[in-house]
């Protein structure tokens, strides 16, 4: 399974850009690199996937280079409530080692002051 | 559309003893994974339940069980409780997708259990 490094923590002010870099060097061909929010005393939800290039919502984009060894959510003017834990995983989901399993790393702590 | 409850919210229980934790998924949702997050952690998976049984299991002892009943909503017990198993339980429902698994799983708002 692909490892996921990304920072710690990062600070950001409102109504800025922000961006987290994860890096997956071992990533696979089958696998997609899903990214997930987490606010304290609530459980993680689902907020990006992509497998290459990029991937817009209403929440975020996710970039992918071409050779998918890391991506990066980006989070359009943020505000104090994008407060929370952002989590990178990386896997083919439906493979026999991960059969449906989220696998969870550390996670980026992002702190939107005023 | 409600989304996916656990519950109790809190449990305080003592070194020894046995815990039930509840969750009920998603609606429309047939498929329910729960996992364990200690205090600045991740959530790590425990087990995953679809038709009624486990179908994938993660790196945890015995004394982790599990029960899926036919309206979909599943069951945590954990026996011989240790002060290692404090930590936030979270339950997560999906559908099955194409190949049986889903990467977008809902989340619960978690029940914290202290062992003391």
């Known amino acids: 399974l692909a490892k996921t490094t990304q920072p710690i923590s990062m600070d950001s002010y409102e109504g800025q850009e922000v961006n987290i870099t994860c890096s997956h060097n071992?990533?696979?061909?089958?696998?997609?690199i899903t990214w997930y929010q987490q606010f304290p005393s609530q459980g993680p939800r689902f907020i990006i996937q992509g497998y290459k290039t990029k991937v817009t919502n209403e929440v975020a984009s996710l970039f992918i280079p071409a050779d998918r060894k890391s991506s990066t959510l980006s989070l359009p003017r943020v505000s104090l409530s994008d407060t929370a834990v952002y989590y990178c995983l990386v896997g083919d989901i439906g493979a026999d080692n991960q059969g449906g399993k989220l696998i969870f790393g550390q996670g980026t702590e992002l702190s939107v002051k005023p | 559309d409600a989304g996916v409850t656990q519950s109790p919210t809190h449990l305080i229980k003592t070194r020894g003893q046995q815990v039930t934790l509840r969750c009920s998924p998603k609606s429309g949702h047939d498929t329910v994974s729960w996992y364990q997050q200690a205090l600045g952690q991740g959530p790590q998976f425990i087990f995953q339940y679809y038709e009624e049984e486990e179908r994938q299991r993660g790196n945890f002892p015995d004394r982790f069980s599990g029960h899926q009943f036919p309206n979909y909503s599943s069951e945590l017990n954990v026996n011989a409780l240790l002060l290692g198993d404090s930590a936030l339980y979270l339950c997560?429902?999906?559908?099955?997708?194409?190949?049986?698994?889903?990467?977008?799983?809902?989340f619960g708002p978690g029940t914290r259990l202290t062992v003391t």
């Open positions: 071992n990533i696979a061909t089958n696998d997609y």
């Open positions: 997560a429902s999906s559908t099955i997708g194409g190949q049986g698994y889903s990467y977008e799983q809902y």
